[in-house]
Nanobody, 124 residues
Framework: VQLQASGGGLVQAGGSLSLSCVASGHSFSRYAVAWFRQAPGKERTLVAA????????YYTASVRGRVTISRDNAKKTVILQMNSLEPEDTAVYYC??????????????????WGRGTLVTVSS
């Protein structure tokens, strides 16, 4: 499985962006998918995750209520819809896939595949 993240850009505070993670290869529906972000000089942290069927989602507290993760297994795509963006959301966003359950404690090294990041910049 290869993952391609896209959709980043420059947006003003309060604006919205929709990030896409498109997979190539087979058996995408067997993978749980997560979005991470990494701000300059900071660690990569989990933003949101979705299970294989799309029926269960997780959001880190700082984005809850502003961000929605969804997936379309037929299109091999996971979407991260981000609203009410804040300057603190500025980071490179990465998608990652894991063939087993994702929890908030899953180490980065336990993910099977990573996409290249897409930069989100939120101006104040």
């Amino acid at each position: 499985v290869q993952l391609q993240a896209s959709g980043g850009g420059l947006v003003q505070a309060g604006g919205s962006l929709s990030l896409s993670c498109v997979a190539s290869g087979h058996s995408f529906s067997r993978y749980a998918v997560a979005w991470f972000r990494q701000a300059p000089g900071k660690e990569r942290t989990l933003v949101a995750a979705i299970n294989r069927s799309g029926g269960t989602t997780y959001y880190t507290a700082s984005v809850r209520g502003r961000v929605t993760i969804s997936r379309d297994n037929a299109k091999k795509t996971v979407i991260l819809q981000m609203n009410s963006l804040e300057p603190e959301d500025t980071a490179v966003y990465y998608c990652a896939a894991r063939q087993t359950i994702i929890t908030s404690d899953t180490p980065l090294a336990k993910y099977d595949y990573w996409g290249r990041g897409t930069l989100v910049t939120v101006s104040s």
